[in-house]
T-cell receptor, first 112, second 115 residues
Framework: DAKTTQPTSMDCAEGRAANLPCNHSTISGNEYVYWYRQIHSQGPQYIIHGLKNNETNEMASLIITEDRKSSTLILPHATLRDTAVYYCIVRVATGTASKLTFGTGTRLQVTL | NAGVTQTPKFQVLKTGQSMTLQCAQDMNHEYMSWYRQDPGMGLRLIHYSVGAGITDQGEVPNGYNVSRSTTEDFPLRLLSAAPSQTSVYFC??????????????FGDGTRLSIL
């Protein structure tokens, strides 16, 4: 699976949009971009994933560049409960294997 | 629908003891896996299973055994605990097929300390 690069930490004011970048310049055509987050030491929580097109769900939006070498996770109205470590992961869409390779992620601090 | 359930939540062992970490899911997911997370690090894959009776090693399998006799359960066994196995252990499950397109669901973890 391709490697990803994320900033170590970011701050965001409550109520503002949080934009978390991720570089994955070696991504292959059959690799998905996944975002998970981990609050305190809880189990990672799935947020969103995409292949080529931008995606939106009730939690966030995922913007993938046309060349697919980078992406941005957008939390439209960040709250204090969104303070967490956010992991960007690329994962190959093979038949049955579903391995996730976690890096060290971005620590997002939402402040008042 | 409980999702992925891990027991126990906390455990302290002495070096050389054995124990089994339990993981159960009620979503009829074919794929299950175990990860460990050490302080300041991301999760690392220990073992995984694509269905009952099928298991395979991840990136850090040494010191751990697994089996998958049912779709629902995927226990992780430490045969002879070592201090280096002190960690937080997470179990995850997902549907199989189109592997990259299926999000994994994680349990809340088991915090294991080996003295």
């Amino acid at each position: 699976d391709a490697k990803t690069t994320q900033p170590t930490s970011m701050d965001c004011a409550e109520g503002r949009a949080a934009n978390l970048p991720c570089n994955h310049s070696t991504i292959s055509g059959n690799e998905y971009v996944y975002w998970y987050r981990q609050i305190h030491s809880q189990g990672p929580q799935y947020i969103i994933h995409g292949l080529k097109n931008n995606e939106t769900n009730e939690m966030a939006s995922l913007i993938i560049t046309e060349d697919r070498k980078s992406s941005t996770l957008i939390l439209p109205h960040a709250t204090l409960r969104d303070t967490a470590v956010y992991y960007c992961i690329v994962r190959v869409a093979t038949g049955t294997a579903s391995k996730l390779t976690f890096g060290t992620g971005t620590r997002l601090q939402v402040t008042l | 629908n409980a999702g992925v359930t891990q027991t126990p939540k906390f455990q302290v062992l002495k070096t050389g003891q054995s124990m089994t970490l339990q993981c159960a899911q009620d979503m009829n997911h074919e794929y299950m896996s175990w990860y460990r997370q050490d302080p300041g690090m991301g999760l690392r894959l220990i073992h995984y299973s694509v269905g009952a009776g099928i298991t395979d090693q991840g990136e850090v399998p040494n010191g751990y055994n697994v089996s998958r006799s049912t779709t629902e359960d995927f226990p992780l066994r430490l045969l002879s605990a070592a201090p280096s196995q002190t960690s937080v252990y997470f179990c995850a499950s997902s549907r199989a097929g189109q592997g990259g397109a299926q999000p994994q669901h994680f349990g809340d973890g088991t915090r294991l300390s080996i003295l």
